[in-house]
Nanobody
Framework: QVHLVESGGGSVQAGGSLRLSCTGL????????IQWFRQAPGKEREGVAC????????RYTDSVKGRFTISQDKAKNTVDLQMNSLKHEDTAMYYC????????????????WGQGTQVTVSS
């Protein structure tokens, strides 16, 4: 049963922008940490951005600070990731996830994962 669906991935040149969207299906994420991870080939999955449901509290990994922005639209049950000034090293499969406990990027506490959307940045 699919709970989270990502969209908005694609191919872009370095310096460009993409906007990813994570839509919750059949479930609202009250009091959840809603998070974006990414995994590049041959590398471990890493946390990228995180937002606490219903708040403006956010967290970013250092490599994307100032370039990526996470935001929530509760009416649409979506969490978006605006990615600007993209770099080749941002190339990865991006995953949306939600967990009620454990804070940001604690994979052992993730309750729901999306299936991922590919982002490819050419240099």
């Amino acid at each position: 049963q699919v709970h989270l669906v990502e969209s908005g991935g694609g191919s872009v040149q370095a310096g460009g922008s993409l906007r990813l969207s994570c839509t919750g299906l059949g479930h609202t994420y009250n009091n959840y940490y809603i998070q974006w991870f990414r995994q590049a080939p041959g590398k471990e999955r890493e946390g990228v951005a995180c937002i606490y449901d219903g708040s403006t509290w956010t967290r970013y990994t250092d490599s994307v600070k100032g370039r990526f922005t996470i935001s929530q639209d509760k009416a649409k049950n979506t969490v978006d990731l605006q990615m600007n000034s993209l770099k080749h090293e941002d190339t990865a499969m991006y995953y949306c996830a939600a967990g009620r406990y454990g804070g940001c990027w604690a994979t052992a506490y993730i309750d729901y994962w999306g299936q991922g959307t590919q982002v490819t940045v050419s240099s």
